[in-house]
Each structure stands twice: as C-alpha cells, then as structure tokens.
C-alpha cells in the first residue's frame, strides 16, 4: 500500500489540487496507522476512508445531487454522500468505511474510529493555510491521545463555524454531546 500516492477509482473526480490534498490525508493516515501499529485489515479501511474521502469533491453539482440524493443541502456537503453512495453501488459493505466518507465533513455520533481519524486527518493535514505549528503539534499527538485529539479538533471546527456564523449540523453536535 503506497500511502503517498493512492489510487482513485476510475469515478473520481477531482483536480490536482484536490489530490494533492487527498495525498497529504492518506499519508498522515498512515503515519498514524504506522504508530498504533493497527492490523492489516484496519490499515486498509483508513487508506482506502483517505483515498476516497474527496473522491467527488470537483464532481459537477448534478451529479453529486443525483448520487447523494439531496437537492437541498449545500453543494459543498454533498462530497461525501455521494461517494459513499458510489461505494455501496460497487459492492462496498464496509458500513465504518462507508459511515467514515459519508460524514467526514460534518461528522456522525456513529462513527468507528477510522471516521474519526478521517476527520482529523483532514482537518490537519499539512497542506492547509492556518495555525500551521499547532495542527502539526495535534498531528503528532494522535497516536498518543487518540480521543483527546479528535475531541480538540471538533472542538476547534465547531467554534470556527460558530465564529463564521455557521450552521451547526444535529449530527455534529450529537457527535461533540457524546464526547466531551
């Protein structure tokens, strides 16, 4: 498994850019996955949650609605189920995969733990453009404090969203009522 440069799917949908990013989430991943020295099988389903998280992210509007399902909800939302509806097309039963690429932008109470270690990798992966020294910090602490870290990180994107005057999804608040 080359954590680095994963392969897409031939539905996938996405610039340079966007894989790029997606490179910079499956290798923290996998420098995480390294550290808790996971089983073989959890190691796939966190490099295939990495590889497949953005797999839709620069589909057209039209066809993550039709795959997704939703016509209502913000285009920028719709990423995730719409892949996570190709993945259970193509035979996928991996529900904590499927959960974990389905939600990663928002986050669900459900989750198993690669959906949160999905979350966390995209949030601090290396690539992004703000509080460079203190998501690397968080970044290096995940092996090691798995749950404080995921809860920090919640913690943080729900103030962002609070500060930007955001919407709050029921689902992530769920999610930080659950944990903290």
Do not use: C
Not at 70 to 80: I, K, M, N, Y
Not at 144 to 168: A, C, M, N, T
């Amino acid at each position: 498994m080359d954590w680095t440069e994963p392969e897409l799917p031939a539905w996938a949908a996405v610039s340079e850019r966007r894989r790029a990013h997606i490179n910079r989430v499956t290798t923290l991943l996998g420098r995480w996955a390294d550290a808790l020295a996971l089983p073989d099988d959890e190691r796939r389903l966190w490099y295939d949650a990495g590889r497949l998280h953005d797999a839709l992210r620069d589909a057209p509007e039209a066809t993550l609605r039709a795959l997704a399902g939703d016509e209502a909800s913000a285009v920028e939302l719709l990423h995730g189920p719409a892949a996570a509806a190709r993945l259970e097309a193509s035979g996928d039963s991996r529900r904590e995969l499927v959960d974990a690429v389905r939600w990663h932008t928002i986050g669900s109470p459900a989750w198993a733990p690669v959906g949160r270690a999905l979350y966390m990798a995209d949030y601090l992966e290396p690539g992004r453009k703000f509080a460079h020294a203190e998501r690397a910090f968080l970044a290096r602490l995940v092996p090691v404090d798995f749950d404080g870290v995921f809860r920090e990180v919640l913690r943080q994107r729900l103030e962002w969203s609070l500060r930007e005057g955001k919407s709050l999804f029921p689902a992530t608040v769920e999610l930080w009522n659950r944990i903290r």
